[in-house]
């Protein structure tokens, strides 16, 4: 039936002749290079980097949810990471590659919802919520010291919205030391003090020449003086 006699088994590469359309067009014993310059290598590696870092700060996440590091390690760490991957998005090209975080986890199917949540805070866990063991003790000037000191940045932050200063790299870190402040104060949850942490989320995902919008403008201000007035509630 045959003309031939069937192999028992798969031809070898040398038994076998593609056609010539069909030949390899590159030398396969050359290296592949995945970048032509040292631009793109810059790039490549600064999104591995950030791929790392994201996978790092879940894992941190997890560890310090088990109590497995102390405060003081954690904090530092976290905060470390979170400078990284800050620094890393300053450049324009990289920043421009990576898009957003969401997406970026999702075109590399990345399940790593804390590092998610810390990246878009900005901050480290004991920094956003301390607990009642990392309220500096000290006496009652120096909790007075601490009061003035919120009260301040809070005075500072809505002052600058007054003379229109919505630029996102003016506003963020001026909100940082409010919340920083506040919790040094006091660790009580104040009315309101949740929008503080909201607003942070929402400038920490933009770029730090972004400005908010008229919209936001009147929104930011509004929430922060209702903040203002939680926290007075409580001194």
């Known amino acids: 039936m045959y003309s031939a006699k069937q192999l028992a088994y798969a031809p070898t590469t040398f038994a076998f002749n593609p056609a010539s359309s069909l030949s390899a067009t590159i030398n396969l014993d050359e290296e592949v290079k995945l970048t032509s310059n040292n631009a793109e290598r810059d790039l490549y590696e600064s999104l591995a ?3 790392s870092i994201i996978i790092t700060l879940d894992a941190l996440e997890k560890a310090y949810l088990k109590d497995s590091l102390v ?11 979170l400078k990284q991957y800050t620094s890393h998005l300053q450049d324009e090209s990289v ?3 990576f898009g957003d975080l969401e997406s970026f986890m999702q075109e590399w199917d990345m399940e790593c919802p804390r590092a998610l949540k810390r990246l878009q805070v900005g901050l480290p866990d004991t920094v956003e919520r301390p607990s009642h063991k990392q309220q500096t003790p000290g006496t009652d000037a120096a909790h007075a010291t601490r009061a003035v000191e919120a009260t301040e940045n809070f005075i500072t932050l809505l002052d600058a919205l007054k003379i229109g200063m919505i630029e996102k790299d003016v506003l963020h870190p001026i909100l940082v030391d409010i919340i920083q402040a506040v919790n040094r104060f006091s660790d009580v949850d104040f009315e309101n003090k949740g929008k503080i942490v909201q607003w942070l989320i929402t400038l920490n995902q933009m770029r730090a020449a972004d400005q908010l919008t008229p919209d936001q403008t009147r929104e930011f201000s509004s929430d922060m003086t209702q903040a203002y007035t939680g926290f ?3 001194l």
């Open 71 to 81: 405060e003081a390690e954690y904090t530092d760490t976290c905060s470390r990471l």
């Open 95 to 97: 920043s421009k590659a």
């Open 232 to 234: 007075k509630q409580i």
């Open 49 to 51: 980097e950030i791929y």
